[in-house]
Nanobody, 120 residues
């Protein structure tokens, strides 16, 4: 079983900052990528940022220059530093892990989601 535990969401004023954390545990043979998706009411889930096992990063155009994804391999944890937050960043943020649990099979795993609300 693979589990993802997220933390760090909340309410922040426009222009403020938040840091999300996602800790992975369980039977992970090798992880491929880890990242954050978000879903606002009435919208489809979209990729926010992703970091691969090879340290490549990928960001949605709407967050480039404001958000930074990083990882701590020793803790199996990924962080999303969100600066200069805007009301349109309001959404439920979900952590995603793509990993192999054995040498031949990979799956996508999801956290329960954490609410980020940007409002004055």
């Amino acid at each position: 079983q693979v589990q993802l535990v997220e933390s760090g969401g909340g309410l922040v004023q426009p222009g403020g900052s938040l840091r999300l954390s996602c800790a992975a545990s369980g039977s992970i043979f090798r992880w491929v990528a880890m990242g954050w998706y978000r879903q606002a009411p009435g919208n489809t889930r979209e990729l926010v940022a992703q970091i691969t096992a090879g340290h490549s990063t990928n960001y949605a155009d709407s967050v480039k220059g404001r958000f930074t994804i990083s990882r701590d391999n020793a803790k199996n944890t990924v962080y999303l530093q969100m600066n200069s937050l805007k009301p349109e960043d309001t959404a439920v943020y979900h952590c995603n892990l793509r990993a192999y649990t054995d040498p031949l099979r990979w799956d996508d795993y999801w956290g329960q989601g954490t609410q980020v609300t940007v409002s004055s």
